[in-house]
Protein backbone atom coordinates (compact mmCIF):
# COMPACT_ATOMS: atom_id res chain seq x y z
CA UNK A 1 0.00 0.00 0.00
CA UNK A 2 0.79 3.35 -0.80
CA UNK A 3 2.07 4.64 2.77
CA UNK A 4 5.47 4.39 1.96
CA UNK A 5 7.39 7.50 2.36
CA UNK A 6 8.70 9.26 -0.82
CA UNK A 7 12.41 9.43 -0.72
CA UNK A 8 13.05 12.96 -0.52
CA UNK A 9 16.44 15.44 -0.89
CA UNK A 10 17.37 17.80 1.90
CA UNK A 11 16.92 21.21 -0.25
CA UNK A 12 19.73 22.44 1.75
CA UNK A 13 22.58 20.09 0.89
CA UNK A 14 20.75 17.73 -1.77
CA UNK A 15 21.42 14.62 0.57
CA UNK A 16 18.76 12.20 1.27
CA UNK A 17 16.61 12.42 4.23
CA UNK A 18 16.13 9.56 6.31
CA UNK A 19 13.50 9.52 9.21
CA UNK A 20 10.09 8.80 10.21
CA UNK A 21 6.67 10.41 8.95
CA UNK A 22 7.06 13.37 12.19
CA UNK A 23 10.87 14.33 11.45
CA UNK A 24 13.26 14.21 8.57
CA UNK A 25 17.04 14.74 9.13
CA UNK A 26 20.28 14.52 6.38
CA UNK A 27 23.40 13.52 6.70
CA UNK A 28 24.59 16.87 7.63
CA UNK A 29 22.29 17.06 10.29
CA UNK A 30 19.74 19.76 8.82
CA UNK A 31 16.41 18.71 10.25
CA UNK A 32 12.79 18.92 9.05
CA UNK A 33 9.76 18.52 11.13
CA UNK A 34 6.14 17.65 9.63
CA UNK A 35 3.54 20.23 9.93
CA UNK A 36 0.74 19.64 11.90
CA UNK A 37 -1.70 18.83 9.03
CA UNK A 38 0.86 16.38 8.30
CA UNK A 39 2.78 17.41 4.94
CA UNK A 40 6.72 18.78 4.34
CA UNK A 41 7.87 22.48 3.91
CA UNK A 42 10.86 21.88 2.01
CA UNK A 43 10.91 25.29 0.18
CA UNK A 44 13.45 27.57 1.65
CA UNK A 45 13.08 31.31 2.22
CA UNK A 46 15.66 32.35 -1.05
CA UNK A 47 13.47 30.51 -3.61
CA UNK A 48 10.32 32.39 -2.59
CA UNK A 49 9.50 35.37 -4.90
CA UNK A 50 7.27 36.88 -2.75
CA UNK A 51 6.19 36.00 0.77
CA UNK A 52 3.55 33.97 0.10
CA UNK A 53 4.04 32.40 -3.16
CA UNK A 54 1.44 30.63 -5.16
CA UNK A 55 -2.10 30.39 -5.06
CA UNK A 56 -3.62 32.52 -2.04
CA UNK A 57 -6.18 30.94 0.95
CA UNK A 58 -9.26 32.80 -0.93
CA UNK A 59 -8.09 30.90 -4.54
CA UNK A 60 -7.54 27.29 -3.13
CA UNK A 61 -10.66 28.11 -1.40
CA UNK A 62 -12.74 28.67 -4.54
CA UNK A 63 -10.73 25.93 -6.25
CA UNK A 64 -12.28 23.43 -4.00
CA UNK A 65 -15.82 24.67 -3.55
CA UNK A 66 -15.91 24.39 -7.62
CA UNK A 67 -14.04 20.62 -8.05
CA UNK A 68 -16.01 19.55 -5.23
CA UNK A 69 -19.48 20.47 -7.55
CA UNK A 70 -18.27 16.96 -9.64
CA UNK A 71 -18.35 18.84 -12.64
CA UNK A 72 -14.48 17.62 -13.45
CA UNK A 73 -14.84 14.66 -12.25
CA UNK A 74 -14.53 12.86 -15.55
CA UNK A 75 -11.45 14.79 -16.66
CA UNK A 76 -10.10 13.95 -13.36
CA UNK A 77 -10.77 10.42 -13.69
CA UNK A 78 -9.40 10.31 -17.47
CA UNK A 79 -6.47 11.78 -15.48
CA UNK A 80 -6.32 8.95 -13.01
CA UNK A 81 -6.41 6.20 -15.78
CA UNK A 82 -4.03 7.61 -17.73
CA UNK A 83 -1.57 7.77 -14.55
CA UNK A 84 -2.45 4.10 -13.59
CA UNK A 85 -1.20 3.02 -17.41
CA UNK A 86 1.72 5.05 -17.56
CA UNK A 87 3.34 3.56 -14.05
CA UNK A 88 5.46 1.08 -14.65
CA UNK A 89 3.19 -2.37 -12.86
CA UNK A 90 4.23 -3.83 -9.30
CA UNK A 91 5.49 -6.97 -10.83
CA UNK A 92 7.89 -5.12 -12.33
CA UNK A 93 9.82 -5.13 -8.92
CA UNK A 94 11.07 -1.47 -9.04
CA UNK A 95 9.49 0.83 -6.88
CA UNK A 96 7.49 3.54 -9.12
CA UNK A 97 7.73 7.23 -8.14
CA UNK A 98 6.02 10.16 -9.28
CA UNK A 99 4.89 13.65 -8.04
CA UNK A 100 2.55 15.65 -8.95
CA UNK A 101 3.75 19.10 -9.86
CA UNK A 102 1.39 22.29 -8.72
CA UNK A 103 -0.51 20.17 -6.95
CA UNK A 104 -3.45 22.63 -5.94
CA UNK A 105 -5.75 21.74 -3.05
CA UNK A 106 -5.10 17.84 -4.22
CA UNK A 107 -8.31 17.13 -6.13
CA UNK A 108 -6.93 15.60 -8.93
CA UNK A 109 -4.18 14.16 -6.63
CA UNK A 110 -6.18 12.43 -4.13
CA UNK A 111 -8.05 10.30 -7.55
CA UNK A 112 -4.38 9.69 -8.53
CA UNK A 113 -4.38 7.85 -4.97
CA UNK A 114 -7.52 6.25 -4.98
CA UNK A 115 -6.59 4.58 -8.37
CA UNK A 116 -2.79 3.75 -7.48
CA UNK A 117 -4.05 2.60 -3.94
CA UNK A 118 -3.67 -1.64 -4.97
CA UNK A 119 0.16 -0.78 -6.55
CA UNK A 120 2.49 -2.64 -3.60
CA UNK A 121 5.20 -0.12 -4.46
CA UNK A 122 4.58 3.24 -5.33
CA UNK A 123 5.82 6.25 -3.84
CA UNK A 124 3.49 9.22 -5.06
CA UNK A 125 3.71 13.04 -4.13
CA UNK A 126 2.23 16.33 -4.53
CA UNK A 127 4.12 19.47 -4.39
CA UNK A 128 2.86 22.87 -4.62
CA UNK A 129 4.94 26.22 -3.85
CA UNK A 130 1.20 27.50 -2.14
CA UNK A 131 1.13 26.65 1.48
CA UNK A 132 -2.29 27.22 1.64
CA UNK A 133 -3.19 24.64 -1.36
CA UNK A 134 -0.93 22.09 0.56
CA UNK A 135 -2.25 22.38 4.09
CA UNK A 136 -5.83 21.82 2.08
CA UNK A 137 -4.69 19.07 0.04
CA UNK A 138 -3.60 17.33 4.24
CA UNK A 139 -7.15 17.06 4.54
CA UNK A 140 -8.22 15.06 1.11
CA UNK A 141 -5.92 12.20 1.88
CA UNK A 142 -2.74 10.94 4.31
CA UNK A 143 -1.82 8.45 2.12
CA UNK A 144 0.83 10.10 0.08
CA UNK A 145 3.69 12.67 0.49
CA UNK A 146 2.77 16.30 0.51
CA UNK A 147 4.97 19.39 0.13
CA UNK A 148 5.59 22.84 -0.09
CA UNK A 149 8.07 23.57 -2.66
CA UNK A 150 9.07 24.89 -5.67
CA UNK A 151 8.40 22.98 -8.88
CA UNK A 152 11.83 24.84 -10.36
CA UNK A 153 13.95 23.30 -7.58
CA UNK A 154 12.07 20.21 -6.45
CA UNK A 155 13.81 18.27 -3.54
CA UNK A 156 13.72 15.20 -5.41
CA UNK A 157 16.84 13.22 -6.77
CA UNK A 158 18.03 13.31 -10.26
CA UNK A 159 16.96 10.45 -12.92
CA UNK A 160 14.53 9.43 -10.25
CA UNK A 161 10.63 9.71 -11.14
CA UNK A 162 9.06 7.96 -13.51
CA UNK A 163 6.23 10.28 -13.97
CA UNK A 164 5.38 13.76 -13.34
CA UNK A 165 1.98 14.82 -14.22
CA UNK A 166 1.16 19.04 -14.34
CA UNK A 167 -1.89 19.30 -14.51
CA UNK A 168 -2.95 23.34 -15.05
CA UNK A 169 -0.09 24.45 -13.89
CA UNK A 170 3.65 26.01 -14.88
CA UNK A 171 6.16 23.89 -16.94
CA UNK A 172 9.84 23.86 -15.61
CA UNK A 173 11.60 22.08 -18.50
CA UNK A 174 14.81 21.63 -16.65
CA UNK A 175 13.89 19.98 -13.56
CA UNK A 176 12.05 17.79 -15.31
CA UNK A 177 14.87 17.30 -17.54
CA UNK A 178 16.67 16.68 -14.50
CA UNK A 179 14.21 14.10 -12.20
CA UNK A 180 12.84 11.77 -14.85
CA UNK A 181 14.38 8.65 -16.08
CA UNK A 182 15.10 8.40 -19.37
CA UNK A 183 12.56 7.06 -21.36
CA UNK A 184 9.73 7.98 -18.19
CA UNK A 185 6.61 9.92 -18.66
CA UNK A 186 5.35 13.51 -18.55
CA UNK A 187 1.91 14.40 -18.03
CA UNK A 188 0.14 17.60 -18.87
CA UNK A 189 -3.01 18.91 -19.00
CA UNK A 190 -3.87 22.45 -20.13
CA UNK A 191 -7.13 24.14 -21.47
CA UNK A 192 -8.17 23.26 -25.11
CA UNK A 193 -9.33 26.34 -27.86
CA UNK A 194 -12.47 25.12 -26.62
CA UNK A 195 -12.49 25.40 -23.19
CA UNK A 196 -15.41 27.24 -21.31
CA UNK A 197 -15.50 28.95 -24.89
CA UNK A 198 -19.23 30.12 -23.40
CA UNK A 199 -17.82 31.93 -20.28
CA UNK A 200 -15.06 33.18 -22.86
CA UNK A 201 -17.89 35.11 -24.68
CA UNK A 202 -19.42 36.32 -22.41
CA UNK A 203 -16.20 37.87 -20.59
CA UNK A 204 -14.44 39.15 -23.66
CA UNK A 205 -15.74 41.44 -26.58
CA UNK A 206 -13.01 38.91 -28.87
CA UNK A 207 -11.88 35.60 -27.61
CA UNK A 208 -8.78 35.01 -28.86
CA UNK A 209 -7.13 31.31 -28.74
CA UNK A 210 -4.27 30.62 -26.60
CA UNK A 211 -1.66 29.38 -28.51
CA UNK A 212 -0.35 27.55 -25.80
CA UNK A 213 2.69 24.59 -27.15
CA UNK A 214 4.08 22.89 -24.15
CA UNK A 215 6.33 21.10 -26.90
CA UNK A 216 8.16 24.29 -27.55
CA UNK A 217 8.18 25.46 -23.62
CA UNK A 218 9.76 22.04 -23.24
CA UNK A 219 12.56 22.43 -25.92
CA UNK A 220 14.91 19.59 -25.78
CA UNK A 221 14.85 16.32 -24.21
CA UNK A 222 11.46 15.76 -24.58
CA UNK A 223 9.28 13.59 -27.27
CA UNK A 224 5.68 14.16 -27.97
CA UNK A 225 3.96 10.65 -27.72
CA UNK A 226 0.30 11.42 -27.12
CA UNK A 227 -2.21 13.48 -27.39
CA UNK A 228 -5.59 13.02 -25.99
CA UNK A 229 -8.44 15.60 -25.27
CA UNK A 230 -11.25 15.23 -22.94
CA UNK A 231 -14.33 16.73 -24.45
CA UNK A 232 -17.58 17.17 -23.04
CA UNK A 233 -20.77 19.64 -21.94
CA UNK A 234 -21.97 20.39 -17.99
CA UNK A 235 -24.48 22.95 -16.92
CA UNK A 236 -24.40 24.94 -14.02
CA UNK A 237 -27.02 24.49 -12.11
CA UNK A 238 -27.40 28.19 -10.18
CA UNK A 239 -26.08 31.46 -10.35
CA UNK A 240 -24.16 30.53 -6.81
CA UNK A 241 -21.86 27.27 -9.11
CA UNK A 242 -21.53 29.74 -11.84
CA UNK A 243 -19.81 32.53 -9.40
CA UNK A 244 -17.76 29.46 -7.82
CA UNK A 245 -16.42 28.71 -11.31
CA UNK A 246 -15.56 32.31 -11.93
CA UNK A 247 -14.18 32.57 -8.68
CA UNK A 248 -11.65 29.32 -9.84
CA UNK A 249 -10.93 30.60 -13.33
CA UNK A 250 -8.35 33.86 -14.50
CA UNK A 251 -11.41 34.76 -16.66
CA UNK A 252 -13.43 35.40 -13.61
CA UNK A 253 -10.56 37.67 -12.33
CA UNK A 254 -10.31 40.08 -15.39
CA UNK A 255 -13.70 40.46 -15.59
CA UNK A 256 -15.02 44.45 -16.18
CA UNK A 257 -18.50 45.47 -14.80
CA UNK A 258 -20.71 44.90 -17.45
CA UNK A 259 -19.55 41.31 -18.41
CA UNK A 260 -20.19 40.51 -14.48
CA UNK A 261 -23.43 42.40 -15.15
CA UNK A 262 -24.66 40.07 -17.82
CA UNK A 263 -23.35 36.68 -15.45
CA UNK A 264 -25.55 37.65 -13.09
CA UNK A 265 -28.12 38.01 -14.10
CA UNK A 266 -28.34 33.55 -15.09
CA UNK A 267 -29.59 30.81 -13.55
CA UNK A 268 -28.01 28.29 -16.18
CA UNK A 269 -24.57 27.86 -17.89
CA UNK A 270 -24.25 25.28 -20.31
CA UNK A 271 -20.32 25.48 -20.82
CA UNK A 272 -17.68 23.11 -22.78
CA UNK A 273 -14.61 21.79 -21.28
CA UNK A 274 -11.94 21.10 -23.64
CA UNK A 275 -8.94 19.66 -22.20
CA UNK A 276 -5.78 18.20 -23.36
CA UNK A 277 -3.74 15.66 -21.94
CA UNK A 278 -0.50 15.75 -23.57
CA UNK A 279 2.31 13.03 -23.02
CA UNK A 280 5.71 13.48 -23.62
CA UNK A 281 8.47 11.00 -23.51
CA UNK A 282 12.00 11.90 -21.64
CA UNK A 283 14.55 11.13 -24.16
C1 LIG B 1 -4.08 26.59 -11.68
S1 LIG B 1 -3.48 25.87 -10.19
C2 LIG B 1 -3.71 24.13 -10.55
C3 LIG B 1 -3.78 23.28 -9.30
C4 LIG B 1 -4.13 21.80 -9.51
N1 LIG B 1 -3.15 21.12 -10.36
C5 LIG B 1 -5.51 21.67 -10.10
O1 LIG B 1 -5.61 21.54 -11.33
O2 LIG B 1 -6.50 21.71 -9.35
C6 LIG B 1 -1.72 26.13 -10.33
C7 LIG B 1 -0.93 25.73 -9.08
O3 LIG B 1 0.47 25.91 -9.32
C8 LIG B 1 1.07 26.36 -8.13
N2 LIG B 1 2.38 26.96 -8.44
C9 LIG B 1 2.65 28.18 -8.97
N3 LIG B 1 3.99 28.35 -9.10
C10 LIG B 1 4.58 27.21 -8.66
C11 LIG B 1 5.93 26.78 -8.52
N4 LIG B 1 6.96 27.56 -8.89
N5 LIG B 1 6.17 25.55 -8.02
C12 LIG B 1 5.14 24.75 -7.65
N6 LIG B 1 3.84 25.10 -7.74
C13 LIG B 1 3.56 26.31 -8.24
C14 LIG B 1 0.04 27.30 -7.54
O4 LIG B 1 0.24 27.52 -6.15
C15 LIG B 1 -1.26 26.57 -7.85
O5 LIG B 1 -1.65 25.72 -6.79
ZN1 LIG C 1 21.08 18.84 4.34
Same mark, same amino acid.
Given at each position: ????Q???????????????????R???????DAA??????????N???S???G????????R?? &?L? +??????L?E?V?????D?????????????????C????????????L?????????G?D???????????????L??????GA?????E??????????????????R???????S???????????L?????????????G?????????G????? +?Q?V???????N??????????T????????????R??????L???L?????? &????
Amino acid at each position: MLVSQFQLLCPVCQSPLEGDNKHLRCANNHSYDAARQGYWNLLLANQKRSKDPGDNAEMVQARRA &FLE +LGYYQPLAEQVAKTVADLLPDASSGETARMVDMGCGEGYYTALMQQQLAQHNDLQLAGLDISKHAVKAACSRTKALTWMVASGAAMPVAEQSLDLVTVLFSRLMPDEFRRTLKPGASLLVAYPGEGHLLQLRELIYDEVRQSGFDPASVLGEGFEATE +LQTVHYDFTLQNQQEIQQLLAMTPHGWRINPAAKARISELNQLTLTLDVNLAR &FTRS
